[in-house]
């Protein structure tokens, strides 16, 4: 239950190919993440799956039957919204009930179904607001037990997260991970934000132009990356990119070292530079370091409080052991 | 949203609406175009045939069809020009805080629910009349003669019932507009040093433009079809000062019975509207383009 | 702006709106105060406003001649008979337009309101020709469909403009949870609009309740609506000020008691997409 | 039970119409199988909707209410059921001949008269006697210049003369044609050629606007037979030249407050031969599409006669009786007591020749109006162009010079002219 | 140029005191930041400072001038909306050029001063485009040009990061610490995320139901919170807090414990757990613990990748000298 094969899905806009033939495979209970720039089509590939969108090529198969025709009610997928696309007349209840009583189902089931959903996510008391009266994480839970009052083959996320604020999306984050230890249903979720992708996927496939870059774990690809496009994209701060002679050095056209990989020395090091902006967060401190002859900027994360400010001399040291390597088209060697 | 299946349902669920408005459209227009190049009088049943352009000749050459076509334009300008500037104003004052808000909006909404008849009956008997109505009093009261609307006046006179009848509309419409308009960006234009009058000139009025848009667009519509209350007040005269383009077609089709040059009158009208509409849609359309 | 306004300042601006507002609505107060008067007193040089001799007779006689009713339930079933069946074809247009948009939506919507600019008394005879053919001449059914299809683009373009409002990923929930066609426009469109299709419907009503050209063509006495009615009133002999005011008071008293208590639904609903 | 059968009449809002409806109740009670239902309106949508039905065939209307204009046009059309067969008891030779004679074509009748009137002067007897004047019975257009101008009094809120000025065939061309024949004027001539032109329309044209802009009313180009009646109705005219049927308003205290004051005078003459009065009937007639004409008959029989006459006068007293079309109701002592207007009426009446309403000989009948189809939008029109004139917005040669020019097209479109 | 003071200032609505009776001095060229909960005042003493609300009590005085009564356009201040507040209607010339405009200003004088504005934000290629044709980073800009060109005493800043996604969140905070370094004009900037107050401000203010909690550079709040409002205000993740016989060992009624403050090892250390979800994020792990007996969930920051999950146990050992300690009012002992 949840398998999901795509396999040369192709969709077009009028003339533009937005997605080019792309085959992936999800597996039964995998929690996917794709991610990507803004437009690079992760939505569309979503509503493919979901058949909100006609693929203009290829086959879709869940659970070894082909779904590329169907309707999307007869998928037998779940999905979130982005902006929870609740029905604002209905009350929670009536939200979470809205696809078993499409079903046809019987009321008593219904609201038996509809009880478990709520107690699971923490909502039986809401039951009878509507969403108007809800705060942006209770709606959010509402959405998901819509999704789940079905138990579906897999759900579908479209950037759920990304119109709550900072602290609230932290927890929500973590809900839903918890959601998917529980259930152990199939999850494919959209974002943008390479943190929720590396803190709740088991597989991350990062997306670019409609293409896949690179399919793999969250540490698989902080460790590996196969090209620069996804050696930036995932790690926060990006990873620091240094062509030229010093990448020659490293037998490379480009290397990549991140941020928590350098070592800083007031007066001793590999590469010297000047302090320009840095950030102190307590925890950390992430310097901007200029004119090191490397790359405009290089930046250097150094644990807890360090005491240098703008306009200091600095030498930094990579560790030699987590350098990453590119060739001219930005594949790693 | 568009998968091949929802494509075909929107198309299936357009086709009633589109359907009946062709219907509605083709039916009268071919019969129209067919009695416009026929001689049909009502009166003289007899006296029929194929007369070509005939109808169409007589009807442009008729001496009140210039006169018409101004009066038209008068007609319809002069109402926009009132309720829109008559609404703006309006708005900006009931948008203000003041006590017993509702009853005053209750009360400048209040034209907008009166049918034209009664309205045109109202203005005609009971204000313009130069005998018995309150703007001869009020003249007579401050020692003036009283003055002949409709006599001395009358498409003014009819501007302002129409316009009376509109303002609600064109009030209400940039009314919610105004509302709508983020308040922030007035006080950002505030800190901007923008004084009262460059905030109405630089934010609030350009805010306005898509709702003042509409309102002339959907005026437009009905007055160029303003019968009723010409009729009622100066029927199209005197002479023919107050003839519009569609009172002379009601005067070809009613008066004189001939359906054959009220035909050629009333495609001459549709096409002469369209002109407008195409006008206005070129000139303004794209302030509605979301 | 949330700075104090003076009290003054507010004042000032009470008595102005105040002022326009009678002013705007002063014609219909004053045809409601004469339609009280007696026929003399209503055409009194100077005007009396209120030491009349107050009297309910016209409106007594107006009834005598005509039975207002007839005429009122007329109205009532020509607007709300021509609103209702105009939603039913309306709202699935507007869902189609607002929500598959093609690249002649736009061009669509403007041909259907210039079907409006036809001046109905150019086609009057070749209608009015259909309707004795077809024999919907003097029946509420005939004028239902007629009253409709002339407000029919007011409608679908009201519709549309709500509809584009509501997220098109609330349907496509609908859709994923497993709603057909018509029911995702049930259950979650129609009352997500309903905010939307009160004020088209309240428009709509008072659109076809003042239409005063078909309504008073193509009936006779059946189907004849308040329009009709007004229209036996405009210039009898003899004075007549006092009587007319009765009788135009009881022509738009319905349209606009229920304009004034629906004016909030009304006004929220009434921009045609003026407002973004 | 029996079968009903419902009519559906066509009137126009007019007292005397109005007053009818109220007493339907006895014909009801004559006739149960009879149901009549009611399309009361303004005349000129009346005559609208009613043309537009009868054209095409419409067959909404059993009864409808016309003019002696309409009549001979629509009974030539054969849009009209003729009325040749009404019962002996209804007295057909008792209408009035003049009036009869205008219902008729070829001598068939074709619609039966619900009233009759022509026009006379109504003058304020108080008024003329304190300017020291008086009125001759039978008044020339000089005499009404000289009473005009002595009874004029702005300042008091008199104004010596009200005459109609709103534009239409029935409104001021029905007045202006009078006036224009008493001047010896002439719509066409023998060859339909217009003589809108001619010597005799200017100096009437000429006089009516004197008359108008000296003594008359502010905005008197507005004013039609109501407007003028309201005015007079109220004490603000000094004389009024209008339809004889205004002779029971203005004399009813009720609603007339110079009831008691008013006097009456045939209408002027210009020493020509002819007097500016003119001849119309209200009348019931059967449009040939109904579906039910008999009943329809059976109808207008009742409402126009002689039975009809007693039973208004027994409810609402003799003043009120419908005035001008039977020989029988001026041979009437309680009717000639009650309307002190009635001689005056008749005389008037009597007066009027439909088949010869001009000095100079015309090749059409009709005397306020020229009985072919085209009237109705040339009177209007034409009208439109005199009502201009009054409201100072041409001169009467501009006036009579583009009336001459629409007359000619016209004529000349609809065939009568052939070039 | 650019010292502001308030005094004793006080803003009611209606009967609702928002803001009681407050004190602040921001001196010239500083950069402060008011921090808070939604809904405690940040905006409005942002607005009492604008001259956009009236105060109730109270004086505000700016460079030692009294201004409280004076109109917004008079003191002289430039501020940036939360939704920019662009003029839709206007190039981003005109948007930029309006204030100059209002001030009657020369046409010549406008065109340098909006070009050099241009420069320095890097808009220069978009000046005839209208704000509906610019990503949300550019209409931030935007909004910030038309703000520069006034040179005003100090700018006021309305959370002006919030509408733009994380990426570009990052970029912006940047762009905006180095517009600081370069015009060194005095800003108060509102926010209400920590991670922005930490990294960009001189000062922070920690407001809180409209009171002053804390006034203080980021690290003596990160070092020495005042309460326990400002410690679980200030830090990423959240500080620890642990009340009971553990808190009472060290002499308090509560003790705070910051994440990246507590070792971690799979057998040995003073508190023993068991791992709930743990979120990689490559660069550092971060464990929720549970069944410690001191609160029901801990946080820990461990560095790098460490092989811990679900379900194991774990031992916890603060960092004695990183504990904070409170009273049972809260304060800081
Ligand atoms: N209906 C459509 N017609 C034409 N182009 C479209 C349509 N929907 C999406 N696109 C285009 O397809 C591309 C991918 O869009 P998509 O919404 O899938 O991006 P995304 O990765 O979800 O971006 P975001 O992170 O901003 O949500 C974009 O370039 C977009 O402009
Ligand atoms: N015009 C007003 N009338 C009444 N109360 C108001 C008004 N403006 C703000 N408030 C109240 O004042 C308090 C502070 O509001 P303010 O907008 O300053 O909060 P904030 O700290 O900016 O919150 P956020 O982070 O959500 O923007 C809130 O409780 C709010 O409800
Ligand atoms: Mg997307
Ligand atoms: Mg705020």
């Known amino acids: ?75 037998g997928l779940a999905m979130v919204f982005q902006s929870y696309a609740l029905y604002p007349h209905m009350t929670v209840r009536k939200n979470i009930a809205f696809p078993l009583r499409m079903a046809g189902m019987d009321k008593a089931e219904q609201d038996r179904r509809v009880e478990a959903a709520a107690k699971v996510l923490n909502l039986s008391s809401y039951l009878d607001r509507r969403p108007g009266q809800l705060s942006g994480g209770q709606r959010q839970r509402v959405a998901i037990g819509r999704a789940i009052v079905r138990e579906p083959a897999a759900f579908l996320f479209d950037e759920p ?123 950390d401190t992430f310097f901007h370091v200029h004119d090191t002859g490397l790359a405009p ?37 | 949203m568009s998968t091949q299946a929802s494509r075909s ?197 350009p805010h306005l433009a898509r709702a003042i848009t509409v309102v002339v667009l959907i005026q437009t519509i009905f007055l160029l079809g303003i019968l009723v209350e010409i009729l009622v007040t100066t029927n199209g005269g005197p002479g023919s000062e107050s003839t519009t383009l569609t009172f002379l077609v009601y005067k070809e089709a009613i008066l004189d019975s001939d359906v054959g040059t009220a035909a050629a009158g009333g495609v001459v009208a549709v096409i002469l509207a369209n002109i407008v509409a195409i006008f206005l849609m070129r000139a303004i359309g794209k302030n509605l383009d979301a | 702006m949330a700075r104090a306004v003076s009290t003054q300042r507010k004042a000032v601006n009470t008595a102005l709106a105040w002022g326009v507002a009678l002013l705007i609505a002063f014609p219909i107060l004053w045809t409601f105060l004469t339609s009280f008067k007696p026929e003399p007193q209503a055409v009194a040089s100077p005007p009396v406003w209120f030491g009349f001799d107050w009297t309910v007779r016209n409106y007594v006689d107006v009834q005598r001649q005509r039975d207002y009713f007839d005429y009122f339930w007329n109205s009532v079933v020509l607007a709300l008979g021509s609103t209702a069946l105009g939603l039913v074809i309306a709202i699935p247009a507007a869902w189609s337009m607002a929500f598959v948009p093609g690249a002649k939506t736009k061009d669509l919507l403007m041909w259907m309101l210039s079907t409006k600019m036809m001046p109905g008394v150019a086609v009057l005879v070749p209608i009015y020709l259909v309707f004795v053919w077809l024999g919907l001449l003097d029946t509420r059914i005939g004028l239902v469909v007629v009253l409709m299809l002339i407000n029919l683009p007011i409608i679908v373009w009201m519709l549309y403009t709500y509809f584009r409002e509501i997220p098109g990923e609330i349907l496509e929930a609908a859709r994923m949870d497993g709603a057909s066609l018509g029911r995702e426009i049930l259950y979650v469109l129609t009352p997500m609009a309903i905010p939307g299709i009160a004020s088209t419907v309240l428009l709509n009503i008072i659109l076809a309740w003042n239409e005063a050209f078909w309504t008073i063509v193509l009936t006779t006495t059946n189907a004849a609506p308040l329009t009709k009615f007004i229209s036996g009133f405009s210039s009898p002999q003899g004075l007549f000020y006092a009587k007319l005011s009765a009788a135009s008071t009881m022509a738009i008293a319905p349209i606009l008691i229920m304009g004034w208590f629906s004016q909030k639904q009304l006004v929220r609903g009434l921009t045609f997409g003026a407002v973004k | ?29 004559a006739h149960p199988d009879i149901e009549l239902e009611w399309v009361t309106l303004e005349e000129n949508t009346l005559r609208q909707n009613v043309t537009t039905d009868i054209a095409t065939n419409g067959g909404q209307y059993d009864v409808i209410t016309i003019g002696t204009y309409e009549v001979p046009i629509w009974g030539n059309q054969g849009w009209l059921a003729p009325l040749d067969d009404l019962p002996a008891e209804y007295d057909v030779d008792d209408l009035l001949p003049p ?169 002027p003459d210009a020493g020509q031969g002819k007097r500016a009065n003119w001849l119309w009937a209200w009348s019931l007639a059967v449009p040939a599409s109904s579906d039910a004409p008999e009943a329809a008959k059976t109808f207008i029989a009742w409402a126009t006669s002689k039975e009809y006459a007693n039973l208004v006068a027994e409810t609402e007293g003799w003043a009120n009786v419908p005035p001008g079309t039977r020989t029988s109701l001026y041979e009437n002592a309680d009717y000639l ?35 072919i189809p085209e009237f109705q939008g040339l009177g209007t029109t034409v009208g439109q162009e005199f009502s201009a004139a009054l409201a100072g917005q041409k001169t009467v040669d501009e006036a009579l010079a583009s009336a001459q020019e629409i007359a000619t097209q016209t004529m000349t479109e609809a065939g009568y002219i052939q070039q």
């Open chain 4, 99 to 267: 009036i009869r004679a205008g219902l008729s074509v070829d001598g068939t009748l074709y619609a039966a008269p619900f009233y009759g009137e022509s026009s006379f002067v109504m003058y304020r007897r108080d008024l003329a006697e304190a300017a020291g004047i008086a009125i001759p019975d039978q008044p020339t257009w000089e005499d009404i210049k000289a009473a005009a101008a002595a009874m004029n009094n702005p300042e008091t809120g008199v104004h010596g003369i009200c005459l109609r000025g709103k534009a239409g065939w029935g409104e001021n061309m029905a007045f202006l044609t009078t006036m224009a024949n008493s001047y010896g004027a002439r719509w066409f001539d023998e060859n339909w050629q217009p003589q809108l032109d001619s010597r005799e329309w200017k100096a009437a044209i000429t006089d009516y606007l004197e008359l108008m802009t000296s003594y008359g009313p502010p905005g008197a180009s507005s004013n039609g037979f109501n407007e003028n009646l309201t005015l007079f109705q109220q004490g603000r005219c000094g004389m009024w030249i209008d339809a004889t049927v205004a002779g029971s308003f203005v004399t009813d205290p009720n609603n007339s407050t110079v009831a008691e004051q008013v006097g009456f005078a045939l209408a």
């Open chain 4, 1 to 29: 039970a029996q079968e009903t059968t419902t009519i559906t009449i066509a009137t126009v809002n007019n007292g005397d119409m109005v007053r009818m409806q109220g007493l339907t109740d006895a014909f009801n009670e």
């Open chain 1, 297 to 333: 900027m290089m930046t250097v994360r150094a644990g807890g409080e360090v005491g240098l400010t703008h306009g200091d001399t600095v030498f930094l040291t990579p560790d030699a052991t987590k350098i990453h390597r590119f060739d001219q088209n930005g594949i790693r060697l």
């Open chain 1, 161 to 283: 997260l990304s119109n709550l604020d900072a602290a609230l999306r932290v927890g929500m984050r973590m809900e839903i991970s918890e959601l998917h230890e529980k259930l152990r249903t199939t999850m494919i979720y959209v974002t943008h934000d390479q943190v929720e992708a590396m803190t709740m996927a088991d597989k991350i496939v990062v997306l670019n132009a409609g293409r896949i870059e690179q399919v793999g774990s969250p540490l698989e690809l902080y460790r590996a990356p196969r090209n620069t496009f996804v050696a930036g994209f995932i790690g926060s701060p990006k990873m620091n990119l240094v062509t030229g002679p010093e990448a020659a050095r490293f037998d490379a056209h480009t290397i990549g070292i991140r941020p928590e990989h350098i070592g800083v020395h007031p007066t001793m090091g590999d590469w010297r530079g000047v302090v320009g902006v840095s950030e102190h967060l307590g925890s």
């Open chain 4, 337 to 371: 007591a009650a309307a002190p207007f009635a001689q005056m009426t008749i005389d008037s009446i009597n007066a009027a020749d439909p088949n010869s309403p001009t000095v100079q000989p015309v090749p059409y009948t009709g005397v306020q109006f020229v009985a």
């Open chain 2, 9 to 205: 349902a929107a198309r299936l669920m357009l086709s009633p609406a589109v359907l009946l408005l062709l219907v509605w459209m083709i039916v009268p227009l071919a019969l129209t175009l067919w009695f416009s190049v026929q001689r049909y009088n009502l009166l003289t049943p007899d006296r029929s045939g194929f007369v070509w352009f005939a109808n169409y000749a007589a009807f442009v050459t008729s001496p009140a069809f210039w006169l018409a076509i101004l009066n038209t334009l008068l007609l319809v300008g002069g109402v926009l020009l009132i309720t829109v500037t008559g609404g703006i104003l309006i708005a900006l004052l009931i948008d203000q805080p003041l006590w017993g808000q509702g009853v005053v909006r209750i009360l400048v909404i209040s034209p907008f629910f009166i049918m034209p008849p009664v309205a045109a009956l109202i203005w005609k008997n009971m204000f313009f009349n130069p005998s018995n109505g309150l703007f001869a009093e009020a003249l007579r009261g401050i020692g003036l003669a009283p003055f002949d609307f409709l006599g001395q006046a009358p498409l003014a006179s009819i501007i302002v019932i129409v316009a009376w009848q509109w303002l609600p509309f064109a009030t209400l419409i940039l009314l919610t507009a105004l509302q709508s308009l983020d308040s922030e960006r007035l006080e950002a234009a505030e800190m901007d040093g923008a004084n009262p009058w460059n905030r109405f000139r630089f934010i609030m009025l």
């Open chain 1, 1 to 75: 239950m949840g398998q999901i094969t795509l396999s040369g899905v192709t969709k077009r806009f009028g003339d533009v190919e937005v997605i080019p033939p792309l085959d992936l495979q999800i597996g039964d209970g995998e929690f996917v993440v794709f991610v990507g720039p803004s437009g690079c089509g992760k939505s569309t590939l979503l509503r493919l799956i979901a058949g909100l969108e006609d693929t203009s090529a290829g086959h879709i198969s869940i659970d070894g039957r082909d779904a590329t025709g169907l309707p999307p009610a007869k998928r």
